[in-house]
T-cell receptor, first 107, second 112 residues
Framework: RKEVEQDPGPFNVPEGATVAFNCTYS??????FFWYRQDCRKEPKLLMS???SGNEDGRFTAQLNRASQYISLLIRDSKLSDSATYLC????????FGAGTTVTVRA | ETGVTQTPRHLVMGMTNKKSLKCEQH?????MYWYKQSAKKPLELMFV???????ENNSVPSRFSPECPNSSHLFLHLHTLQPEDSALYLC???????????FGQGTRLTVV
């Protein structure tokens, strides 16, 4: 079983829409969680850390549910520039990456 | 100057060649990593160095040989690769092994 599993999508949404997706993790020892964003043929870039209490960064909201072992990301008021692959990451002594969820925002 | 720099950005090599990928981080981090990303697959961790000591080797074939001469530099020496080794090779660094990692732009490797 993969340590981090994500719905690959793609999620195709119009500009201005809200899109949300989850990932699940199997390693209960994971201490830290992150969302990374990866554009086509580019390196992953840290989008935000995920805290137990949930956290918000502008239009992005991340939630962590330790009991059910899932992490979510919600994007409000989607922009064309939000089109990317979003990688869910868990960490104990190493980073474990999900395969990514592809989001395409259309005009 | 970017935090993590990789060279070359693109590399085409024959199966009998020897080449090296270079990574340099300017962030003062203590841990450095090599990842492989093949098309439509998740990132695969290859090697982890913490304070210049290799702490993880994820069953990577011996045709890949890492080297970490100091905390700012990381190399991946390549020898007699196979076409299936063609991928994006990403270097990353983190302040500690428990903190978020920052990636270089990657080397896109094609083995012919």
């Amino acid at each position: 079983r993969k340590e981090v599993e994500q719905d690959p999508g793609p999620f195709n949404v119009p500009e201005g829409a809200t899109v949300a997706f989850n990932c699940t993790y199997s390693n209960s020892a994971s201490q830290s969680f992150f969302w990374y964003r990866q554009d086509c043929r580019k390196e992953p870039k840290l989008l935000m850390s995920v805290y137990s209490s949930g956290n918000e960064d502008g239009r992005f909201t991340a939630q962590l549910n330790r009991a059910s072992q899932y992490i979510s990301l919600l994007i409000r008021d989607s922009k064309l520039s939000d089109s990317a692959t979003y990688l869910c990451v868990g960490r104990d002594y190493k980073l474990s990456f999900g395969a990514g969820t592809t989001v395409t925002v259309r005009a | 100057e970017t935090g993590v720099t990789q060279t070359p950005r693109h590399l085409v090599m024959g199966m009998t060649n020897k080449k090296s990928l270079k990574c340099e981080q300017h962030l003062g981090h203590n841990a450095m990593y090599w990842y492989k990303q093949s098309a439509k697959k998740p990132l695969e961790l290859m090697f982890v160095y913490s304070l210049e000591e290799r702490v993880e080797n994820n069953s990577v074939p011996s045709r890949f040989s890492p080297e970490c001469p100091n905390s700012s530099h990381l190399f991946l020496h390549l020898h007699t690769l196979q076409p299936e080794d063609s991928a994006l090779y990403l270097c990353a660094s983190s302040e500690q092994r428990t903190t978020e990692a920052f990636f270089g732009q990657g080397t896109r490797l094609t083995v012919v």
